[in-house]
């Protein structure tokens, strides 16, 4: 993933795993509310089919 927008994010369904460049996993399942940063980079991985709630700025 590489991010130039801010993302406001939801997660409805699922599970997956975000990992920013040089940092610790971040495991979201259903009910998870997080924020993307511009500029960031890493993997995110779907680990169970994701639905989610997202608003880029």
């Keep these: ?3 130039d927008k801010w ?3 939801h997660v409805l369904d699922g599970y997956c ?3 920013p460049e ?3 996993p971040v495991h979201l399942k259903a009910g ?3 924020v ?3 500029g960031i980079k890493g993997t995110w991985e ?3 089919t994701v639905r989610k ?3 880029f700025a």
Excluded: K, L, R, S
Aim: glycine share 4%; hydrophobic share 50%; net charge negative.
């Design 17 to 19: 795993i975000i990992t």
């Design 32 to 34: 998870a509310v997080f």
């Design 22 to 24: 040089g940092e610790q």
């Design 7 to 9: 993302e406001f994010c």
């Design 36 to 38: 993307i940063e511009p």
């Design 53 to 55: 709630h997202f608003v």
């Design 46 to 48: 779907v680990v169970e």
């Design 1 to 3: 993933m590489n991010y």
